[in-house]
C-alpha cells in the first residue's frame, strides 16, 4: 500500500476526500461537510450501512447499521514526533466533539442527533493489540459515549467507529478515482503516468518539458521587488523571498478578517473542480488594494510559493535550487504552508493582454498564455495543449493589475475573455484557481460575486509595519552595522509617530521610507512629499556616487527634474489609452522631449542636441528614477510615475493648474496623481484650502455628465481625507466631510465600498457626532435619501468591522420591507430572479419619462437608440403609486454605453435627459441607479490625456509669452 501523505491536502481538501470516500463506501447519499451550530465541521448519512461489503474493515458488531450517521473530520495539520502524541491530540479532539454532542442533546440545539458516528482522521494509530492506539481510542470513546452525562443528555449513540490513516489508505487504493482528484496525493510517477495516458506532453518537469522552463524563468524574474534596482550605498538587492510580508485584507460580505496570501493559499489547497463535492462556493479572488498597498507583490508572492511546490521534488541547478529554497523560508518565517495542491501557476500582466485586444486580436487568455509561453521556451505550446494541461492539473492563474487597464471598451474586453476562460474550465472540470489585483479607484464593473470573493487590502498595522521596516533595513545594510542601526532605530521612531505611522500603512511606503531616513531625520507628513523626498534622495546619491555623469546632473538638477516630470506626464497620458498600457517611453521620444526643453531654455540646437544625448543615454542605465524598461524608458513604480504627472501637472499659475485638476477629476486612471496634485498644491499654500473646496462644489455641474446625480466629488473628498491632507486644518477637514456626506443624497452609483469605508473611518474620528447628525437627517428625508443612507450602511453592515453608532443608524433608517428589498438588491447587485418579471424594462422607463419633452426627431432617436444599452435590465413597481422600483441591479460585464455617451455629447439631448430624470419620483431612484452605473464608468473613463497635454503646451505657451 502506498504511504500517501495526508497532511499535504490542508483541512478543507482532507474533508472534500473524506466525503468522496464516504459516497464510493457509504454511498452516494452523503451529504457534504458544512458548518454545525457547535462549529464543528461534519457530513451526513441517512440509510442503511453493511460494513462487510465496504474496504474499511471489521468494526465491531453489528454489522449493519441503520439511521442517522455523521462522520466529523479531524485533520492534523502536521504530525507530532512520538505516536502516542498522535493518539492523544485525536483523543482531545474527540472528547470535545462527543462533549459538544452531550451539550446539544441536553440543550436541544440540534434539530437531530446522531444515532452513529464515524470520526475521520489522517492520524497514525497503532494496531498494537489492548496498549496500541486504535483500542486505546476505541476504548475511550466507548466509556465517553456511555458515560452518565451522554445518557442523562438523552445521547443515545448506537455505535461508532474510527477511520484512521491506514484506512484511509486502503479506501485510496480501492478508490483510485478519488485519489487522482486530489493532486497532493500523487506522485512524480502517477504524474508521469497521467500524462502519457492522456497524451499531454506538458508537465513531465523534464529539462525539454516547456513548463518547466517557464517555471524556472518567472521563479528568477519574480524574484526581485522593484524600488531596490536603484545602487549606491545601502542598495543591497531586496529579494522578495528576503522582505515578502502577508498584509491584512478584509473579505467583503461579513467574511471577517484575513491574511491575503493565507487565504488565498488555504483556497488553493483545496479541490476546486466544479463536480467535487464540498467545493468552494466562490473559487476565485480579486485582491483590491490602494496604491503601493502590495496588490503587486502579493501576486508574486502567491506565484512564487505554487512554483517552488513544484519545483522543490526536481532536480535543480544551484541558482535555482537557491531562490526555490528561499522562497521555501520566506513561506515559514511568514507561517505559511507549503501548497499541498500542486497548481501550475501562471502570471499574467493584464495591461499587455489589453494591449493585444486592443490591437484588434481577438485572443483568447489560453491562446495567450500559449504564446507567451512559446516566446520564452524552446518549444512551441499551443492552446489546445493547454486545455488538456487545464484538464488534467491543478492551475493557478493570477491576473495582475487590472486597474491598468483604462479603457472600459479593453476591461469589458478582458471580462469576456475571463468568462469564457471560466466556461471552458468548467466544462473541462478543471482544478482552477484565478486570482486578479485592481485598485478599488475604477473598479465599479464588478467581477460576479457568485465567483469571486474580494479581499479588501488594509493598512498595515504600525507593529506588523515596523517588522517589515527592520527587515528592509537588516538586508539593505547587511554590512554596515552603524548605519543598519541608525537607520533601524529612525524607522522605530515614524512607526511610532501619529503623523508619520500614517505614511507606513503600506509596503511601498516603508520602503520608500527606509531611504529617506538615511539622509533626513525629518520625515514628511503627506504621501507627495514623501515620494518627492524619495526622488531627492535618490538624486543626491546618484550625483555622489562619482560616476561620469554625476557632474552633469548636478548642473543640470533642474532640467533633470523637469525631464522626469514631463516624461511621467506623458506616460500616464499614454497608458490612459489601452494601447499605451505598457508606460514605456522610446529613446527616440525621450531624446526630442529633452532636446526640446533645452531648446527652450535658449539653448543652440547643436547643444542641445547633445545634451538631451547625454540624459538619453544615462535613462538607458538609470537616471535617477528613469529606468530602461522594454526597449525604452520608463518608472519602475507605478506611483512615482504618478508623483512625476502631478508634479508636471502642477506646474504654472493657479487657475491654469486648478483647471487641469478639473480636467481630470473624473477619472479612475488619474485619482492617484490627482491627490498627489493636491497635496503638492496644499503643502506649498493654505491658499488652495478654499481653491479645492471650490473646485469640489461645482465638479459635478456639468449637464453633459447629468450634474450631481452621479457625483464624482464625495468620492474625492473621501481620498483628500484618507491621503491626510486637511491633518492639522480642522475647517478644510470639516468642509470635505460636508462634500463627502453629498453621497447621502441620493443612492450612489459607483464607489459604494469606498465611500462606506470612509463613513465608517469618520465613525470613530472626531467627526462622529456630525455623522451621526446627518445620518439622522438622511432618516427624517425622502425615500431617495433614505435609500442613499441604507446602500451606504448596510454595505459598511456586511464588509467592514461593527460600528455600534452606524449600526444604530441603520436601524433608525425604518424602511419598509419593500424599499429595504430595493435598497437590498443594489447592495448585492441582484439580477432580482424570481422577483422581477422579464417585461418591463429600464430602457422603456426612461423612454417614456423623456416623451413629454420636445426633441427633434434625429435627436429622440439618438436618445432611444443609446438608452438601448438598459433594455437588458429590468424592473417592476411594488406597493402603493407611484410605487417602489425594484431593478435588476445586476452590471457584471455592462457593455460599454458608447451611443448613450454620443447621444450626452448633444446639448439638446443632455438638457432634456438631464431635467426628466430631476422629475422622477424619488421612490424611482434605483432606476435612476442602473443608468448611473451603466453611464458613469464609461463618462469617467473617456480620454483626457490628450486634453491635459494640449493645455499644459498652450498654458507653457501662453506663461513664455
Request: proline share 5%; hydrophobic share 45%.
Amino acid at each position: 500500500m502506498p504511504d500517501y501523505d495526508l497532511t499535504r491536502l490542508g483541512t478543507r481538501a482532507f474533508e472534500q476526500m473524506v466525503v468522496a470516500l464516504a459516497r464510493e463506501e457509504l454511498g452516494s447519499a452523503v451529504q457534504a461537510f458544512g458548518d454545525g451550530r457547535d462549529g464543528g465541521r461534519e457530513a451526513t448519512f441517512e440509510g442503511t450501512i453493511t460494513w462487510s461489503r465496504t474496504h474499511v474493515g471489521e468494526i465491531a458488531e453489528p454489522d449493519a447499521w441503520s439511521g442517522f450517521t455523521v462522520l466529523q473530520a479531524k485533520f492534523q495539520v502536521k504530525a507530532k514526533s512520538f505516536p502516542q502524541d498522535n493518539a492523544m491530540w485525536l483523543q482531545q479532539e474527540i472528547r470535545s466533539e462527543i462533549s459538544n454532542w452531550v451539550k446539544a442533546a441536553k440543550n436541544g440545539a440540534r434539530t437531530r442527533l446522531p444515532d452513529y458516528l464515524i470520526f475521520v482522521t489522517n492520524v497514525e494509530l497503532s494496531a498494537v493489540a489492548r496498549v496500541g492506539g486504535i483500542d486505546t481510542l476505541t476504548s475511550y470513546v466507548q466509556r465517553k459515549l456511555r458515560s452518565k452525562d451522554a445518557v442523562e443528555a438523552g445521547l443515545r449513540v448506537k455505535g461508532f467507529a474510527i477511520w484512521h490513516a491506514d484506512q484511509l489508505r486502503s479506501m485510496l487504493d480501492a478508490h483510485q478515482g478519488v485519489r487522482w482528484a486530489f493532486p497532493g496525493l500523487l506522485t512524480v510517477g502517477d504524474v508521469l503516468s497521467m500524462l502519457s495516458r492522456d497524451s499531454v506532453r506538458l508537465g513531465s518537469l523534464e529539462v525539454c518539458d516547456p513548463l518547466r522552463q517557464e517555471l524556472l524563468f518567472a521563479l528568477k524574474a519574480d524574484r526581485w521587488v522593484r524600488l531596490s534596482q536603484s545602487g549606491g550605498a545601502g542598495d543591497a538587492k531586496l529579494w522578495l523571498d528576503d522582505i515578502a510580508i502577508d498584509l491584512p485584507a478584509k473579505v467583503e460580505d461579513g467574511g471577517g478578517s484575513v491574511q491575503a496570501v493565507r487565504h488565498v493559499l488555504e483556497i488553493g489547497d483545496t479541490v476546486l473542480r466544479p463536480r467535487t463535492p464540498g467545493r468552494s462556493r466562490m473559487p476565485h479572488v480579486v485582491v483590491v488594494g490602494g496604491p503601493g498597498q502590495g496588490k503587486s507583490t502579493i501576486s508574486q508572492l502567491i506565484a512564487q510559493a505554487y512554483r517552488a511546490a513544484m519545483l522543490n521534488a526536481v532536480d535543480l541547478g544551484p541558482s535555482t535550487r537557491e531562490i526555490v529554497a528561499g522562497t521555501l523560508a520566506a513561506l515559514e518565517r511568514l507561517g505559511l504552508s507549503v501548497p499541498g495542491n500542486l497548481r501550475w501557476p501562471v502570471r499574467i500582466d493584464l495591461a499587455k493582454y489589453a494591449e493585444e485586444l486592443a490591437a484588434g486580436s481577438d485572443v483568447t487568455l489560453l491562446r495567450w498564455i500559449s504564446q507567451q509561453l512559446s516566446k520564452r521556451t524552446e518549444g512551441e505550446v499551443t492552446a489546445q495543449e493547454l486545455r488538456g494541461w487545464l484538464a488534467a492539473w491543478p492551475w493557478a492563474l493570477i491576473l495582475d493589475g487590472l486597474d491598468e487597464v483604462p479603457s472600459q471598451a479593453s476591461r469589458r474586453a478582458v471580462y469576456e475573455k475571463i468568462d469564457d476562460l471560466l466556461t471552458l474550465a468548467e466544462d473541462s472540470d478543471a482544478d482552477l484557481l484565478v486570482v486578479v489585483t485592481t485598485r478599488p479607484t475604477g473598479y465599479d464593473e464588478r467581477l460576479p460575486a457568485d465567483a469571486f470573493r474580494h479581499l479588501f487590502l488594509q493598512r498595515l498595522p504600525a507593529e506588523q509595519a515596523a517588522m517589515f521596516a527592520q527587515q528592509i533595513t537588516d538586508k539593505r545594510f547587511t554590512d554596515d552595522d552603524e548605519m543598519r542601526a541608525k537607520v533601524a532605530e529612525r524607522m522605530r521612531e515614524a512607526a511610532q509617530d501619529p503623523v508619520t505611522q500614517r505614511l507606513m500603512e503600506t509596503p511601498l511606503q516603508v520602503t520608500i521610507m527606509s531611504f529617506i531616513v538615511e539622509k533626513f531625520p525629518t520625515l514628511p507628513p503627506d504621501r507627495f512629499s514623501l515620494f518627492n523626498l524619495y526622488y531627492r534622495t535618490m538624486f543626491e546619491r546618484e550625483v555622489a556616487k562619482g560616476i561620469p555623469i554625476a557632474r552633469f546632473l548636478s548642473q543640470h538638477r533642474i532640467d533633470i527634474d523637469r525631464l522626469h516630470a514631463l516624461v511621467g506626464l506623458h506616460l500616464q497620458a499614454a497608458s490612459e489609452e489601452a494601447d499605451g498600457a505598457e508606460a514605456v517611453m522610446s529613446t527616440e521620444d525621450l531624446h526630442a522631449l529633452a532636446r526640446r526643453q533645452f531648446v527652450d531654455k535658449g539653448f543652440g540646437s547643436e547643444e542641445a542636441g547633445r545634451h538631451a544625448t547625454d540624459l538619453a543615454q544615462a535613462a538607458t542605465h538609470r537616471l535617477v528614477l528613469l529606468a530602461p524598461r522594454d526597449g525604452g524608458v520608463g518608472f519602475d513604480v507605478r506611483s512615482l510615475q504618478e508623483l512625476m504627472a502631478a508634479r508636471s501637472i502642477t506646474e504654472g499659475e493657479d487657475l491654469q493648474v486648478l483647471e487641469r485638476l478639473r480636467l481630470i477629476a473624473h477619472h479612475p486612471h488619474w485619482r492617484n496623481t490627482w491627490l498627489l496634485a493636491a497635496g503638492h498644491l496644499l503643502e506649498s499654500s493654505s491658499r488652495f484650502q478654499k481653491s479645492i473646496l471650490s473646485l469640489l462644489g461645482n465638479l459635478d455641474s456639468d449637464p453633459h455628465r447629468l450634474r450631481n446625480l452621479f457625483p464624482t466629488a464625495p468620492s474625492l473628498a473621501k481620498d483628500i481625507l484618507e491621503d491626510n491632507l486637511a491633518r492639522i486644518h480642522p475647517s478644510f477637514e470639516l468642509g470635505l466631510v460636508q462634500v463627502m456626506f453629498g453621497a447621502l443624497q441620493r443612492p450612489t452609483a459607483t464607489d459604494v465600498a469606498g465611500l462606506c469605508g470612509g463613513l465608517a473611518r469618520l465613525a470613530v474620528t472626531s467627526h462622529r457626532a456630525v455623522l451621526v447628525e446627518r445620518l439622522a437627517s438622511a432618516a427624517a428625508g425622502n425615500v431617495e435619501q433614505r435609500a442613499a443612507a441604507g446602500v451606504l450602511l448596510g454595505t459598511v453592515a456586511s464588509a467592514f468591522t461593527d460600528h455600534p453608532s452606524l449600526e444604530v443608524a441603520r436601524r433608525n433608517l425604518a424602511l419598509s420591507e419593500v424599499e429595504k428589498q430595493a435598497v437590498d438588491l443594489w447592495i448585492t447587485r441582484s439580477d432580482g430572479a424570481g422577483q422581477i418579471p422579464k417585461g418591463q424594462t429600464v430602457a422603456s422607463y426612461f423612454k417614456a419619462l423623456t416623451a413629454p419633452f420636445e426633441l427633434s426627431s434625429d435627436n429622440r432617436r439618438a436618445l432611444e437608440d443609446g438608452l438601448a444599452v438598459l433594455d437588458r435590465h429590468h424592473y417592476v413597481m411594488k406597493g402603493t403609486a407611484p410605487g417602489t422600483a425594484w431593478a435588476d441591479m445586476s452590471i457584471h460585464y455592462a457593455p460599454v454605453p458608447e451611443l448613450l455617451l454620443k447621444a450626452l455629447a448633444n446639448d439638446e439631448i443632455a438638457q432634456v435627459l438631464d431635467v426628466a430624470l430631476g422629475l422622477a419620483p424619488p421612490p424611482h431612484w434605483a432606476l435612476v441607479t442602473v443608468l448611473g452605473a451603466v453611464l458613469k464608468p464609461a463618462q469617467d473613463r473617456l480620454p483626457v490625456g490628450p486634453a491635459l497635454l494640449e493645455a499644459i503646451d498652450r498654458d507653457t505657451e501662453a506663461n513664455r509669452l
